[in-house]
């Protein structure tokens, strides 16, 4: 399965480039407001995550953990105005970081989406959007690998 994230900063400070592009073991948090999402992650699905209109960057996911002492060290938590103190619990080890530049309206086009969807938590790839990869990659592994050599066909 491919899986889209939302990333709300790129700072070379942020938590990002801290926990993923420059970690030894790099690892992303999973709100508790996604749990039903993320407990559908399994090892060998990606994560293709998502900054102001780009897909910048897709991992492998290597395992899954819920750990809230990590998350907090990790990623502190942050007060959501109507849930309350949330914390990224839900773990997601990650190898076979790519850093790529592909804009979101290529997803848009497979999948169907509307001009004006956008990612703001963790969501799976729909089902169109799946049925174009078999059909035009064969394979999600495939498919991952054109996108990091910049290669979109079959629109």
Not at 23 to 39: C, N, R, Y
Request: charged content about 25%.
């Amino acid at each position: 399965m491919i899986y889209f994230t939302s990333i709300n900063d790129l700072s070379s400070n942020g938590k990002f480039d801290k926990n993923v592009l420059s970690a030894t073991k790099p690892v992303w948090g999973i709100t508790e407001l996604s749990s039903s999402t993320f407990k559908r992650i399994k090892k060998g699905d990606f994560i293709l995550f998502y900054y102001s209109g780009k897909i910048f960057c897709s991992a492998e996911v290597l395992k899954t953990e819920v750990n809230i002492d990590l998350s907090i060290e990790l990623f502190g938590s942050f007060n959501h105005s109507f849930k309350g103190e949330l914390k990224w619990s839900n773990i997601l080890w990650l190898k076979n970081i790519t850093l790529m530049d592909i804009d979101f309206s290529f997803f848009k086009n497979i999948s169907g989406y509307s001009d004006k969807y956008s990612i703001r938590r963790i969501i799976a790839l729909n089902e169109k959007g799946h049925e174009f990869i078999k059909k035009n990659y064969n394979t999600e592994l495939e498919f991952i690998l054109k996108l990091k050599n910049g290669t979109q066909q079959g629109i």
